[in-house]
């Protein structure tokens, strides 16, 4: 150990163990002048603890924060929830310099990799309006990706270059990858950086680790607190396997499963998988999820592999005349969140809108094609097309439109349909309750009381322009 340091900066087990010193306290607790040393800015807290705690004066440098262990220290805020801490916002791990980027053609050679392979993670509790001296660390955690994980941030390693390479860095989107994301950074009027292969200037991005997937490191902390490297144990059905991820791409995948099924009807291919016919109203939803897992998991959104992307399985029944009767709805909208959250880019619908999106569409065969399914006739529908899709950034536009419409109407305490985007405004999204009227409830109003619960909601002339392009792109 260095005689000078109460650590050894070449020992990731020391480097780990000297932060047992922070959890349950915050650096004012422990460091009486550590005021005078108060940053400004998202990174703040983390220089503080490397200059503070392990006397490390912070740089710029590419490499680890400890670069003789090989460890990159990552200073990531909680929130509370009814459920107890919660992660707050994804991880931003280093900037993306797409001139630099163009040039690391695998995830090996990358920056991000380089830096960001062993992390030491202190998570922290937010508090707004707080001194960063004055915030509480919660948990902390020695972590290496799991060789699966590797592989699919080898995967989205690998889209975000080529967009980049290809002169398209513009285009880039977090809802284009799983677990590696290409966050936006910077505020709105920011100048455009330059990218290879292309004139049009690129928003500033920085490659981050998803909420979704901070998400399921929380939850392996929370289970073991004290375990110093917490390669994922896995707990979750998972939806693929590592020697499959060598081969192909998760999408791929997944999408070659739909192949044998295309054509045939809810009763055609509930036999070949050897499924119980059901009378559900969701019963084409549960037919997905069982080609997509092989019959291996009831509800793939429970997967490991969506719960840590935060991939969203949506079915749509199409009509022959290639209509959407439905819109379709996603979670109902908890106004203390929106209460809370003053960003859309931290807010719970930005990371819903900006997931990626598992759609499987079954059209109506023709016009009187009809099946009978216990002694009831309905329409024939047979499988049409399985597609990944993400939210083109003008509608993420008009999405934060809607969620910032949404906000001020719950700061107002105006918590009521009338002042909320209706279905007939015709933009894209709208605000309704999900179910009968039988079924609605209550949630709690920020404001104290309660309000009538609503949800989030596609347009189902959206969801139909959707197919549309789909349709377009395969032409």
């Not at 917490?230 to 791409?249: F, G, M, N």
């Not at 007939?424 to 309000?451: E, L």
Request: net charge neutral.
């Amino acid at each position: 150990m260095n005689d000078l340091l109460p650590y050894d900066p070449k020992n990731a087990m020391s480097i780990y163990e000297h932060a047992s010193l922070l959890i349950d306290k915050s650096l004012h607790m422990l460091y009486p002048d550590a005021q005078l040393h108060e940053r400004k800015g998202k990174g703040g807290l983390g220089q503080m603890v490397e200059e503070i705690h392990y006397h490390y004066t912070p740089n710029s440098i590419s490499g680890p924060d400890f670069a003789d262990a090989g460890i990159e220290l990552k200073c990531t805020p909680l929130k509370k929830d009814k459920q107890g801490y919660a992660i707050k916002e994804r991880l931003v791990c280093n900037m993306i310099d797409y001139v630099e980027t163009d040039n690391q053609k695998t995830l090996a050679e990358s920056h991000f990799w380089k830096k960001c392979k062993h992390m030491l993670l202190v998570f922290y509790l937010h508090q707004a309006h707080s001194l960063l001296c004055d915030l509480v660390f919660i948990y902390r955690v020695l972590w290496a990706f799991p060789e699966k994980d590797r592989l699919i941030i080898e995967q989205d390693y690998a889209i975000i270059y080529n967009k980049i390479h290809n002169g398209l860095a513009h285009t880039l989107s977090e809802g284009d990858t799983m677990y590696l994301g290409a966050c936006r950074k910077g505020q709105k009027g920011d100048s455009l950086r330059e990218q290879p292969h292309s004139s049009i200037g690129a928003k500033r991005r920085a490659f981050s680790l998803k909420p979704a997937y901070m998400r399921t490191i929380l939850e392996q902390v929370k289970k073991s607190p004290n375990r110093s490297l917490c390669a994922y144990v896995q707990d979750k059905s998972e939806l693929v396997s590592i020697d499959e991820l060598k081969r192909k791409s998760f999408e791929d995948i997944i999408l070659e499963r739909f192949n044998p099924y295309f054509g045939k009807n809810y009763l055609e291919i509930a036999k070949d998988l050897g499924q119980k016919i059901s009378n559900a109203k969701h019963k084409y939803s549960l037919i997905a999820n069982r080609i997509a897992s092989q019959c291996n998991i009831n509800d793939i959104n429970d997967s490991e592999e969506f719960q840590k992307s935060g991939i969203r399985l949506k079915t749509i029944r199409v009509e022959h005349s290639g209509s959407i009767k439905e819109s379709m709805a996603f979670k109902n909208i908890d106004y203390e969140e929106v209460f809370n959250c003053d960003r859309w880019t931290d807010s719970e619908l930005f990371e819903i809108f900006t997931s990626r999106f598992m759609f499987v569409v079954f059209k109506h065969k023709h016009k009187s094609a009809t099946i009978k399914i216990s002694d009831k006739e309905e329409n024939e529908y047979v499988l049409d097309k399985v597609f990944f899709w993400t939210m083109p950034q003008n509608d993420i536009d008009l999405a934060e439109q809607y969620w910032q419409h949404i906000r001020n109407n719950v700061v107002d305490n105006h918590i009521e349909l009338k002042y909320f985007w209706n279905i007939s405004d015709n933009k894209n999204f709208h605000v309704r309750p999900k179910g009968t009227k039988q079924s609605y409830h209550t949630d709690v109003n920020p404001h104290g009381g309660s309000a009538d619960r609503y949800c989030y909601w596609f347009n189902a002339q959206y969801v139909q322009s959707i197919i549309n392009s789909q349709d377009t792109l395969n032409d």
